[in-house]
């Protein structure tokens, strides 16, 4: 296996020559569709925060992975690498050039130093065009080949230097013709025809059969050795991360929750979120059980994440500074109902109907009873169910609860946004590090 350089932990010091890539505060929002109804009468739709306040240096020759799960905002901060979707706000500076600021005539200028590897090798390739004119292709829009001679000479040197050999029996080949592995090592020649100095890979081998992916993680360390190529890779893979990244991102919901050195990022995780993945890998011996300890619940829904730490739902660990907020109830519920089963459900759910109609981001909430039932039963509920769960991290999040006529009024402790902090030699967004807001 290539041997990797020496980098240093999350957001080292750099000379100015070292340092390639620097995101500063970067936010790229999306706004969803609404009816057109709505928008005649002035209703806007919700945002959702694909990337939420990201800021990382990535330095020449190195590997960073972005790993999380789907919805985690990674292919989306990769693109804006590229200048391919533009920053809301924040910027992406490219040897000292803000991305964001350029025009696209530009951009495109630019864009022969950045270039991606996509995720489906299958649908990378335009089926009509064989390979000399898919991987030449770059050539043409950059000028770089001067003549039809030059343009097949340096095809054929991207093919040699993937793999592809001999080069002579691929040029005429269609997308078709080609398996799994040879697609993507093609897909690989395109994107290091012009001579650039980024990569970014997005889900490289998560399309391949199983026998070929180390073989093209492998190709692409060699590559970056031989062509002193930096990657970003973007990943959900753990185990594939550890092989090839120097230095490891962890997102959720748009941003990063812990970033460091590899080797740290595995030895001792510092997020619970980082720890529930690293959990979630695989054993290869089917006889060794491994506790689990998966994060509860699914990722929340982008367009209304969860105040506070974003996390807080699905964590074990949880407490008062981490955003509770009175939606959390709903979710209580639906928990204590699952492993109460249908008699509990049918007994308790009439007197919780209003929790269907809260709104994200409520601190308190005044729960109207249903009519025919008095406040004190919804009281006793909510005593019963922390009695029942007493261990349950949303009892650490909530000030109280109370009658007050004919509703019950919950008051949640106020959340804090956790940031980055140095631990060791990761830095790591989680109250549970923090030596102020730590338990």
Known sequence: MPTKPDVQGASPEHSPHDLLVS?????????????????????????????????LDLKRGEVLGLVGESGSGKTTLGRTLLGLVRPTSGTVEYKGVDLGSLGERRLRTMRRRLQMVFQDPHAALNPSMDLLAAIGHPLRIHGLAQSREEQRRMVSDAL??????????????????????????????????SGPDLLVADEPISMLDMSVRAKILELMLELKRDLDLTYVYITHDLATAKFFCDRVAIMYLGRIVEIGPTEEIFRDPKHPYTQALLKAVPDPDPSRQVPRDLPRGEIPDAAAPPGGCAFHPRCTLAFE??????????????RRWIKLGEDAYTNEAPLVTPLDDIAAGEQSVSLSVPSGREASELVSLLERARSDEPDDPLWRGVAGFSAAGNAVDVQFREGIEPQLIRAGTVEVACHLHDPVLGP
């Open 23 to 55: 995101l500063r505060d970067l936010e790229v929002h999306f706004q969803l569709r609404t009816s057109v109804l709505a928008r005649l009468i002035g209703g806007a739709g919700a945002t959702v925060k694909a990337v939420d306040g990201v800021s």
């Open 160 to 193: 040699e230097r993937v793999g592809l050999t001999p080069a002579e029996q691929f040029l005429t080949k269609l997308p078709s013709e080609l398996s799994g592995g040879q697609k993507q090592r093609a897909v690989i020649a395109r994107s290091i025809i």
């Open 321 to 334: 500074p981490c955003g509770w907020e009175a939606r959390d109830l709903r979710a209580m519920f639906e």
